[in-house]
């Protein structure tokens, strides 16, 4: 998006978006995220969670248009879109196709407590009305980190989540968290993470890396000593042993974050050893990003 870009003027807040969503046009379905409990997250804390009303929704269609008719895709914000009634979000996606003659794509993050209130059938309609991508955080694929950092779903939830959206035969991307589970349970965050991806077998993932940023609740935890947060040859090592046990049948591999301290990409299985050589590498030239180019 430009500066003084009409986008500006209809956003409510910092919005954020996946790293792949760079050059979509940003259109904020909900404002804030339905849970809001997670213990390393600040994204939304300054805003109480709404759905935006299909008239709220074409208000801010109009005010972009002139500059945004052409857009191919669209990603729903914030936090957890999916949270939306399916009758709702369909009737909001058959609006953008309208009003957008050439979308290609609408994306949205959903949690596996929104995918699970979905039926196949609805999820299927969403595919249908233009819905080709959803995003799912992870975070960790340890049960003991995911009930630590207050995420609402076990491995169990987002390993279902994943079959019900492939089921359904929308694209799933999963985002996960490096240094989650500190220093403390680096091996475990490691190996249960690569068996709940190899379950999911999302056709996208990647990682971010944790950073703590006050006043989420996570920062008591470092100050207090019971979690150690990674230093960068650490978090990279976590990522290798992540890689090592992959097995996807077909996933496009990025770890691309701003919040990350080198930037690997490829695409499972065939690159798998490709990747692991570019981690060697980050781990050797020891120029990791350094941490006031890090960021959210
Ligand atoms: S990590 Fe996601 S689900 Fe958790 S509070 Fe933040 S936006 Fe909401």
Known sequence: MRLGDPVDRIHEGTVYRPPSEATSLILQATIGCSHR????????????FRIKSL???ERD???VLPHYRGATRIFLADGDALAIPAPQLLDLLGMLRKNFPRLERASIYGSPGNIRKKTVAELRALKEAGLGIIYIGLESGSDAILRAVKKGAL??????????????????????ILGLGGRERTEEHARETARVLNAMDPEYAGALTLMVVEPAPICKEVEEGRLTLLDPK???QELRR????LELSNCIFRV???????????????????ILAQIDEALGRSDYRPEWMRGL
Request: net charge positive; hydrophobic share 40%.
């Open 37 to 48: 409990t997670c213990t390393f997250c600040v994204s939304y804390i300054d805003r109480d």
């Open 55 to 57: 008239d709220e929704m």
């Open 61 to 63: 269609v109009r005010a």
């Open 155 to 176: 491995s169990k939830d987002m390993i279902a989540a994943a079959k019900k959206v492939k089921e359904a035969g929308i694209p799933l991307s999963v985002i996960w």
């Open 234 to 236: 650490e978090s990279l």
């Open 242 to 245: 992540v890689v090592e046990k």
């Open 256 to 274: 691309n974050h701003a919040s990350n301290y080198a930037n690997i990409r490829g695409t499972l299985p065939q690159d798998k050893q490709k």
